[in-house]
């Protein structure tokens, strides 16, 4: 689904971003291979009220009010990604990613919409 987002996208890491649809619409995770807004996918990535996000060159991970997610980045993000889409893990609950966060390193959710 492409999306014409608007303005106010908050960069979580590399083309992963967290929008929103309308101004006053719920923030989702997107995709934005050119510069945001235009050109933003959030196809293959959970729908909903993203909460907080974060990543590194290595994880995005994000928080939804069901419970935590994360997924490892690929070299397809920017183009193609929908022939080697990304493996989302959860929902977890706080420990369960906690235990995730100290096992992979995964980064902080230092990303509020």
């Known amino acids: 689904m492409l999306a014409g987002c608007s ?8 083309p ?3 929008g929103r649809f309308e101004v006053h619409g719920d923030p989702w995770l997107f ?3 050119a510069e945001p807004p235009s ?3 959030n196809d293959t990535l959970p729908d909903g009220k993203v909460l907080r996000a974060g ?5 995005i991970t994000f928080l939804l009010p069901e419970g935590y997610y994360y997924f ?3 070299p397809q993000e920017r183009r193609g990604w929908g022939n080697n889409p990304e ?13 995730a966060s100290r096992e992979l390193r995964l980064p902080a959710l ?4």
């Open 55 to 59: 990543g590194d060159d290595r994880y």
């Open 110 to 113: 230092d990303v509020e919409p």
């Open 72 to 74: 490892r980045r690929l």
């Open 87 to 99: 493996v989302i893990v959860g929902p977890l609950s706080e420990d369960q990613f906690a235990e």
């Open 39 to 41: 050109g933003c996918a």
């Open 31 to 33: 995709r934005c291979p």
């Open 7 to 14: 303005d106010g996208m908050e960069q979580v890491a590399g």
């Open 16 to 18: 992963f971003y967290i």
